[in-house]
């Protein structure tokens, strides 16, 4: 999109396409992963997430590639892949026993994390040296190694009296079960060796804003950007394990895929709104504005959120 227009707004809009999915009906998307076989669920979606990725490399190959199919790829795409996050969180439990399921789930979260550093880094790297064309059809391959471990895996399914019925019901039962997991989060939880896991959470996120305000102005001091974005990139990792262990442990399975959703619109649905925020803030005034506003904006909301919950700091979960 930058090759073809030069235009931080026009890039920033593929994360408002992003967003959009995953902002809207959230709970439909959870009620699927409850309702269907999640792990043929997954299947469908990495297939037709390797799919747009097809389209994009034979339209650039051939040079038909515009804005409209760019957009239009990316938010099929977006729809799609709206239904991983929630399906693949709710069939981690189901593979693990619950002794071990702590573990799984900080496993699952580094590898998140390392995927969205590893993976923008490699893209970079790939377009630089094999051209955008190549770098889809890696993106490609990369999907067929997905899919071929997923047909390795052995999935029980939900019981038939458990799984969720595909009407309104499903979704005023998950929207239930979702604030009750809300007002639990800061009391519950079996990370034992932090204390005060409410308190954590708040501080991971602030410490966060406050690597990326850093970042904005260390311009010129590579070695300084480095290690700003490292602390942020740690930060986000114990706040990311913090919240995802607690949603996991407190949820019924029966109900994993809807409360997963309401975690995968601030995880995932958060920072892509946050990349169109960037683009926009930074088409309009400079990049590094866009960048030191972004990890303010952070740090007041979360001290707003933190003075209206009070009990969110003093939470210690046993």
């Known amino acids: 999109m930058y090759l073809l227009t030069h235009s ?11 967003a959009i999915p995953r902002l809207l009906l959230p709970l439909v998307r959870g009620v699927f992963a409850d309702r269907f076989d999640r792990r043929k669920l997954l299947l469908v979606i990495e297939a037709a997430m390797a799919t747009s990725s097809v389209v994009l490399a034979l339209c650039t190959h051939v040079r038909v590639i515009t804005l409209v199919i ?39 979260s580094v590898m998140m ?37 997923i047909l390795f895996m052995r999935v029980p399914r939900i019981p038939l009296e458990k799984r969720a019925q595909s009407n309104i019901g499903a979704l005023i039962d998950g ?3 979702l604030y009750g997991a809300v007002a639990l989060a800061p009391f519950t939880g079996l990370i034992g060796r932090i204390p005060r896991q409410g308190f954590g959470v708040v501080l991971a996120i602030v410490g966060w804003g406050i690597c990326i305000v850093g970042f904005g102005f260390s311009s010129g001091a590579l070695w300084l950007s480095v290690f700003l974005l490292a602390g942020a990139g740690a ?11 607690i949603i ?8 994993r895929g809807r ?7 601030f995880v995932i649905g958060g920072p892509i709104l946050g990349q169109f925020e960037s683009g926009v803030v930074a088409g309009f005034t400079t990049p590094q504005f866009s960048v030191i506003s972004g990890g303010v904006a952070c740090i007041v909301a979360t001290l707003i959120v933190a003075a209206c919950i009070p009990g969110l700091l003093r939470a210690q979960i046993k």
């Not at 094999?130 to 490609?140: H, R, S």
């Not at 930060?235 to 262990?245: F, K, T, Y």
């Open 235 to 245: 930060a986000d990792m114990v706040s990311m394990i913090l919240r995802g262990l």
């Open 70 to 108: 760019i957009y239009s790829v990316v938010l099929l795409a977006a729809s799609v892949s709206a239904f991983e996050f929630p399906t693949r969180q709710a069939i981690i439990p189901t593979l693990v026993p619950r002794s071990q399921l702590a573990s799984a789930v900080t496993l699952s």
């Open 8 to 18: 931080a707004v026009a890039l920033g809009i593929i994360g408002l396409l992003q």
């Open 248 to 255: 996991q442990l407190t949820t019924a399975d029966e109900f």
């Open 175 to 177: 929207s239930s079960n």
């Open 113 to 149: 994390q390392l995927t969205f550093v590893l993976g923008a880094a490699f893209g970079g790297y790939t377009v630089a040296w094999l051209g955008v064309v190549n770098t889809y059809w890696l993106d490609v391959f990369s999907y067929l190694a997905v899919i071929g471990s």
């Open 259 to 265: 409360i997963s959703v309401a975690n995968a619109m």
